[in-house]
């Protein structure tokens, strides 16, 4: 099934910029797409974006054009850069694996990214 | 966009009853609908997929319906484990959806 660990979170200031990273194991991680998922204090889930196994990339309208999914298959790492970075940024950012045809089945504990001046 | 649509946000039941949860899409998703169970400071965890398929290790009073543009998730007997928010979502190739949430309590 596999285990899934991000990392990277932090505090930066509007305008700033993070990576996060998302640490894969006990799966073949070039075989399967990564989406990023994040959730901000007191609300729901919302979807990021998504990279396949062909890298192909996808991304939710509120990130698009500052964000970048990306992945590394020779360390098994997935990241996310986040490019000018606003105050509605601020939340919690899971990683997940995606399976094929279907959703997010594995997921990391989250590594909360905090947004002020 | 799809957009989906829980309710109710919240709901308290007492031990033993059986819940019912909503999720409506803004156009048909032919099936394409999960379930996730979140607890406080934990993620959120696969229940079901494809509307009805109960995900592997997940107890079966959970169970899964519906089609085309409404759905229903049931807690068969509520249990004091199954205090949590419960969120739906739409998945496709490109892009994913969830709901708002329902957060059930014991009554």
């Known amino acids: 099934e596999g285990q899934l660990l991000e990392s990277g979170g932090g505090w930066e200031q509007p305008g700033g910029s993070l990576r996060l990273s998302c640490s894969a194991s006990g799966f073949i991680f070039s075989s399967y797409a990564m989406s990023w998922v994040r959730q901000a204090p007191g609300r729901g889930l919302e979807w990021v974006s998504t990279?396949?196994?062909?890298?192909?990339?996808y991304y939710a309208d509120s990130v698009k054009g500052r964000f970048t999914i990306s992945r590394d298959n020779s360390r098994n790492t997935l990241y996310l850069q986040m490019n000018i970075v606003r105050a509605e940024d601020a939340a919690i950012y899971f990683c997940?694996?995606?399976?094929?045809?279907?959703?997010?089945?594995?997921w990391g504990p989250g590594t909360t990214v905090t947004v002020s001046s | 966009d799809i957009q989906m649509t829980q309710s109710p946000s919240s709901l308290s039941a007492s031990v033993g009853d059986r819940v019912t949860i909503t999720c409506r899409a803004s156009?048909?998703?032919?099936?394409?609908l999960a379930w996730y169970q979140q607890k406080p400071g934990k993620a959120p965890k696969l229940l079901i997929y494809a509307s009805s398929r109960l995900e592997s290790g997940v107890p079966s009073r959970f169970s899964g319906s519906g089609s085309e543009t409404d759905y229903t998730l049931t807690i068969s007997s509520l249990q004091p484990e199954d205090i949590a928010t419960y969120y739906c979502q739409y998945y496709s190739r490109t892009i994913l959806s969830f709901g708002g949430g329902s957060k059930v309590e014991i009554k």
């Open positions: 156009q048909d998703i032919y099936s394409s």
């Open positions: 997940a694996k995606k399976l094929p045809y279907i959703t997010l089945d594995v």
């Open positions: 990279i396949n196994e062909y890298d192909e990339t």
